[in-house]
């Protein structure tokens, strides 16, 4: 098992910047991406930003240019740097971990989320 754990979400005016860090521990091994999800009040849990095993990222349209996925070296540590942050962006953020330990065999783990207001 895999545990996820995000931290530095908070309250912030529209245009400031926040970094979420995703802390994991247990049993990583076969990673095939790490990435950060978000879901806003009455809406559907929507990806923001993805980085696969080969260091490849991936962004919501909507972020593109502001937000930027990173990891550390051992896989078991990644973030989200946030930049000029908009009213739209409030939501609760999650990390989520996809290992694919043999063939046909996909485990994806999530963190707990952690609370993103932007205020205008």
């Known amino acids: 098992q895999v545990q996820l754990v995000e931290s530095g979400g908070g309250l912030v005016q529209a245009g400031g910047s926040l970094r979420l860090s995703c802390a994991a521990s247990g049993r990583i091994r076969s990673i095939s991406a790490v990435g950060w999800y978000r879901q806003a009040p009455g809406k559907e849990r929507e990806l923001v930003a993805s980085?696969?095993?080969?260091?490849?990222?991936n962004y919501a349209d909507s972020v593109k240019g502001r937000f930027t996925i990173s990891r550390n070296n051992a896989w078991n540590a990644f973030y989200l740097q946030m930049h000029f942050l908009k009213p739209e962006d409030t939501a609760v953020y999650y990390c989520?971990?996809?290992?694919?330990?043999?063939?046909?065999?996909?485990?994806?783990?999530w963190g707990q989320g952690t609370q993103v207001t932007v205020s205008s």
């Open positions: 989520n971990m996809v290992l694919v330990p043999a063939i046909e065999a996909r485990l994806e783990f």
């Open positions: 980085i696969d095993s080969g260091d490849n990222t």
